[in-house]
T-cell receptor, first 113, second 113 residues
């Protein structure tokens, strides 16, 4: 089955630790995205990538980093510089055209204490 | 700049009643319009999309949406809701100039038995 996988579903970390969220897609999509979702705030774009080895900051990139070494993979690292990292994180991919809808993974809920 | 407004944060509807969720967008040209649904703790699923042509678009799960250029709206409708429709619904708009989507804040649908 084609789709997007995110792991783990739930992640717990202590404050001050970096943590990496996994996102893998087998849809052969060029573009991939990371969103953060907080209650009542909809989706906010963290980073996006249209092609391997290239990515751009979204609206709330501070405290996050990404890499795009392979077309299938777009991991997100939440660094200790992110002041309020507890949130639901969603990864998505698309064909990279304006008409191409985004396909979403199941999400990772990160809790930092 | 593009923007998307979903005026209703919550909507409560009785099971079997009709539903209309509102979405207004701001964009100079004809936009690409999408409706997604998100069940609690899950990723987003595409319900339907509009690019051009017939302004009444049919989607999955019995949903439809109508594009009204004069009102800059893309409202989502369903003639008879089921308890399983309880979820959060997001409207999004894309443009020719990029491959990102601009998201509304979402409308949470509550179904009364």
């Amino acid at each position: 089955d084609g789709g997007i996988t995110q792991s783990p579903k739930y992640l717990f970390r202590k404050e001050g630790q970096n943590v990496t969220l996994s996102c893998e897609q087998n849809l052969n999509h060029d573009a991939m995205y990371w969103y953060r979702q907080d209650p009542g705030q909809g989706l906010r774009l963290i980073y996006y990538s249209q092609i391997v080895n290239d990515f751009q900051k979204g609206d709330i990139a501070e405290g996050y980093s990404v890499s795009r070494e392979k077309k299938e993979s777009f991991p997100l690292t939440v660094t200790s510089a992110q002041k309020n990292p507890t949130a639901f994180y969603l990864c998505a991919s698309s064909t990279g055209t304006p008409q191409g809808e985004q396909y979403f993974g199941p999400g990772t809920r990160l809790t930092v204490t | 700049a593009q923007s998307v407004t979903q005026p209703d944060i919550h909507i409560t509807v009785s099971e079997g009643a009709s539903l209309e969720l509102r979405c207004n967008y701001s964009y100079g040209a004809t936009p690409y319009l999408f409706w997604y649904v998100q069940s609690p703790g899950q990723g987003l699923q595409l319900l339907l999309k509009y690019f051009s042509g017939d302004t009444l678009v049919q989607g999955i799960k019995g949903f439809e949406a109508e594009f009204k250029r004069s009102q800059s709206s893309f409202n989502l409708r369903k003639p008879s809701v089921h308890w399983s429709d309880a979820a959060e619904y997001f409207c999004a708009v894309g443009a020719d100039s990029n491959y990102q989507l601009i998201w509304g804040a979402g409308t949470k649908l509550i179904i009364k038995p």
